[in-house]
């Protein structure tokens, strides 16, 4: 079992930046393909960025173009999302999400390809 707690959510104003963190119990975490997907009020859970094992493979929602970066630290247990130029509608409840894989596999955009979730932290960006 894989124990996942984001942090780093909070208010911030249109055009701001935050980045949260994704901090795992395991030192297994290396293993494992990472991912955020976001939920806001009435709506469904969508993906938002995902990393592979290794870091070297990334895939991102076309949605958020480019404004948004995902990395990790393997040492720390710890993937990070990078979050620039936000905008009223990126507020949601944001998680992170994993998935031990093979080297190659590449990270995945549903959320049913992983198995351990965190509890979400809120991004609310005010207009």
């Known amino acids: 079992q894989v124990q996942l707690v984001e942090s780093g959510g909070g208010l911030v104003q249109a055009g701001g930046s935050l980045r949260l963190s994704c901090v795992a119990s395991?030192?297994?975490?290396?293993?494992?393909?990472v991912a955020w997907f976001r939920q806001a009020p009435g709506q469904e859970r969508e993906f938002v960025i995902a990393?592979?094992?290794?870091?070297?493979?990334?895939v991102r929602a076309d949605s958020e173009k480019g404004r948004f970066t995902i990395s990790r630290d393997n040492a720390k247990n710890t993937v990070y999302l990078e979050m620039n130029s936000l905008k009223p509608e990126d507020t949601a409840v944001y998680y992170c999400?994993?998935?031990?894989?093979?080297?190659?596999?590449?990270?995945?955009?549903?959320?049913?390809?992983?198995?351990?979730w965190g509890q979400g932290t809120q991004v609310t960006v005010s207009s």
């Open positions: 395991r030192r297994a975490f290396s293993e494992h393909a």
């Open positions: 990393i592979s094992r290794s870091g070297g493979d990334t």
């Open positions: 999400a994993s998935k031990r894989t093979i080297l190659t596999v590449s990270p995945d955009v549903h959320a049913g390809f992983y198995d351990y």
